[in-house]
């Protein structure tokens, strides 16, 4: 996806919608290459599901834009009161 960046931004996909596509092709639905059992490989699975989960909100999160000047205050806390 990196590689092909310039490329993948011209097409009217979003790269959610390359990701499951590529999914589905070397799945069991397209070409065969990706064969996992959901009850054998359970442990790799929550692991990949929690990679993706993490590598979702950090890019979420990089696609947020506040001004530079909220960003050094964004939260003050003084016990008991709390202001954001």
Known sequence: MTLGGSFIARLPLSSAMLYLGVGVAI???GLG???????????????LT??????SLF???MKLEL????????FRCNWPRCQW
């Open 27 to 29: 799945g069991p639905l």
């Open 33 to 47: 290459l990706l064969k996992l059992n959901a009850f054998k490989n359970v442990m790799l699975l929550e692991r």
């Open 67 to 74: 001004p530079l000047s909220k960003r050094a205050g964004a």
């Open 50 to 55: 929690e990679v993706a989960l993490l590598i």
């Open 59 to 61: 890019t979420a999160g």
